[in-house]
């Protein structure tokens, strides 16, 4: 096997790295001049972090996504772990990373876990991940292969205009391994792969110095990431992995089974990790996950929570989580400086990362959501299904209530449990701190009037000072 080159390019310089070898950092353009396309505007995005290896043998990873060269299409793909009922949003931008090559002609693969994620991958990672039952295991992958499939569709109707892309497939490790006889693999696979080569993965180091080491399970990880590439390369000829740039250790225990065993070059692509504002990766095991199932995180939830996105970090955003052309984002850049205090870069990120998540009703699920919370919207609230209700609710305390004649503002503050008791709750309403419906209430004696202070729905919306929310249902009205 011709050994891969071990250098780092980063702006016009190279660096010798040890614990990581061979990789590309995004000066693909520069070492391969000329490069255009896919790559290079991907780079400029920031969405491609690592290209591995620098060079293939036979063929150079540019020369792969051009159509001239009779390559065309090629097929990528990347792995997502079922280790929890959803996807977050960290795992969006490497599915985003699979779409752009989709939207570039190419066939892009979504593999879910749910063999691997039976052992637990232990890179970037301190501790030993809690283990799965198969059945948890599986009904986790259910759950992902649905999110997986939707937001392809999502993708496909509403994103293409009707113009031809790739297919986008999903598929699940655990369909060749479950046929697998643990004997017959590791003397076809096992063989291949050197104790040497594998103990020196800087998640493998990482783990072996942690007091509790690390287990044969997870040890033995990297070798089944390995054997998916290659079956993939065998069976789709896919010869591009994505991933996060934690995957990039078991991406090259790929590359070197594959190069090892037929001679033919394979090659890695990572995306940059998204880390919150404390600089922990976003996701489940740091506990600051921003899931993609609604179950978990409601539209609404995940519009709000890139509106809040500060200025320094949106337009990254935008060139990272939606497809908007770099002058397209420029502009809204332009405007924003003008007028920043209409928020206008968070609300189109939002808006376009809510509609390839969850369609566009779920962006004008989230839209309805934040018109009757943030803006005052009564007809807003009037109209929300009980589905976007329940979603409100978590954002605002939930009391359902029965309406007894005669039931007053104060009373209603009272038993929702709005405002303090005595004295001070009472000067909360007469001081103009309460409002139902968004309209002040000051008199804490007026009598509730059905389609006043009570929605058509049955509901009504209590707020206290400004943030502080409230949704009353009125039973047996
Ligand atoms: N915050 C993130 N930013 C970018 N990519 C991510 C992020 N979190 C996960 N990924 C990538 O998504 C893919 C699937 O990851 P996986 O399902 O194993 O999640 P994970 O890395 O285990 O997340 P967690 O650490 O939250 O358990 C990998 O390529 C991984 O690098
Ligand atoms: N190891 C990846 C998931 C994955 C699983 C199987 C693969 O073939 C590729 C990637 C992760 O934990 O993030």
Redesign the pocket.
């Known amino acids: 096997m011709a050994a891969p080159m071990f250098r780092c390019f980063s702006r016009g310089r190279w660096f010798g790295s040890p614990g990581t070898s061979g990789v590309l950092f995004l000066g693909l353009r520069e070492a391969h001049s000329g490069a255009q396309g896919l790559l290079a505007v991907q780079k400029a995005r920031g969405l491609f972090k690592e290209f591995f290896p620098e060079r293939g043998t036979k063929i150079e990873l540019p020369e792969l996504f051009d159509r001239g060269t009779g390559n065309f299409p090629q097929t990528i793909y ?7 009922d959803s ?5 969006l ?2 599915l985003l990373g699979l779409f752009h090559f989709q939207r570039a002609g190419h066939n892009v693969i979504a593999l879910v ?1 749910g063999a691997t ?1 039976r052992l637990g ?1 232990p ?3 301190t501790k030993e ?1 809690e283990a799965l039952g198969a059945e948890r295991v599986r009904s986790n992958a259910r759950a992902l292969r649905q999110g997986l499939e939707a937001m392809g569709a999502n993708h496909q109707q509403l994103f293409a205009d009707g113009r031809p892309w790739g297919s986008f497939t999903v598929l699940d490790n655990s369909a060749w391994y479950q046929k697998q006889h643990l004997v017959d693999f590791l003397s076809a696979v096992g063989g291949h792969f050197r104790m040497g080569t594998l103990l020196s993965r800087l998640s493998v180091q990482t783990r072996l110095k942690s007091p509790e080491g690390m287990s044969l399970a997870e040890f033995f990880y990297q070798v089944l990431q390995a054997y998916d590439f290659y079956y993939l390369f065998q069976h789709y000829g896919c010869r591009v992995q ?6 990039l250790g078991n991406i090259m225990s790929g590359y070197e089974f594959i190069h090892k065993l037929t001679g033919e070059d394979v090659f890695g692509i ?6 919150s504002t404390t600089g922990a ?6 506990g600051n ?1 921003v899931w993609l199932n609604r179950d978990k995180t409601s539209p609404f939830e995940l519009y709000q929570f890139f509106v809040r996105q500060q200025d320094d970090l949106v337009e990254r955003y935008l060139k990272l989580f939606t497809f908007l052309p770099l002058p397209e984002i420029d502009h809204i850049m332009q405007l924003h400086e003008k007028e920043p205090e209409k928020r206008g870069p968070q609300k189109r990120l939002a808006a376009e990362v809510t509609k390839l998540v969850h369609g566009q009703e779920g962006l004008a699920s989230a839209k309805r959501c934040t018109q009757a919370l943030y803006h005052s919207s009564i007809d807003a609230l009037e109209v929300m299904s009980d589905q976007e209700l329940k979603e409100l609710f978590k954002e605002a305390s939930f009391s359902e209530l029965v309406l007894d004649p005669g039931t007053s503002v104060l009373d209603t503050c009272r038993k929702a449990n709005a405002i303090p008791d005595g004295p001070r709750g009472y000067r909360m309403i007469t001081e103009g701190g309460v409002s139902i419906n968004h309209r002040q209430v000051t008199n804490p004696e007026s009598v509730l009037v059905v389609g006043q202070h009570i929605l058509k729905n049955g509901l009504s919306l209590l707020k206290i000072g400004k943030r502080n929310f409230y949704i009353i249902k009125w039973l047996q009205l």
């Open positions: 990347c792995g997502f772990d079922p280790t929890a996807l977050h949003v960290g795992h931008l490497a876990g994620a991958d890179s970037g990672r991940r994505l991933g996060g740039s934690d995957q990572t995306v940059p990790l998204i880390t990766k976003l996701g489940k095991s740091a996950a």
